[in-house]
C-alpha cells in the first residue's frame, strides 16, 4: 500500500510539473508576442512600411528600407523568429530588407518562420503563402560578378531578376 502512494505522488507531482511548464511556456509567448509585435508595428511606422491589420510577430526581425525601397504586407501576417518558436528550428532572425529600389510585396494570410527576403528589384509573395523554416528568398547576388567592380562597388554590374510566389502555395 505505501509503494502505491508513493507512485501516485510521484505521479501527481510530475502531472503539477507538466501543467507548471506548460503555463510558463505559454506565459513567456504571449510576453514575447505582445513585445514583439509591438517593436515590430514601431519599426514599421518608422521606416514607412505598409502593414495591414491583425499581425503576429514572435521574436525579433530585421527590416530595413535602403534608397527607395519599398516593402508592404498584407492583413493577418504571421512571423516566427524566436528560438524554439517552431521544432524544425530556428537557426537566425527574420529578415525583410529592400535595397536600392527593391520592392517587397507580402500578400494577405501569410505565415513564414525565419525567413531572409532581400530585394534590389522585386519579390511578391501571393495570398495565403506558408514559407517554412530558413528560407532565403534572394532576387540578387549581393555584388558584381565582375571582380574588378566588387571593390569598386558598382550596383550597376549586379544581376538582378523579380521573382514571384503565388498564391496558395
Known sequence: VKLCSKEIRFGLI????????????????????????FLFRLKCKWLGVELGSGNVVDGKVFLRCYRDGDISIGKKFRLNSREGSNLVGVSNKASIVALQGGEVKIGDSCAFTSVIISSRTSIEIGDRTMIGANVRIIDHDFHSMDSLNRFHKSSNDILSRSILIGKDV
Open 14 to 37: 510530475m502531472t503539477f510539473r507538466h501543467r507548471l511548464n506548460k503555463y510558463f511556456y505559454l506565459m513567456h509567448r504571449m510576453f514575447s508576442v505582445f513585445f514583439s509585435n
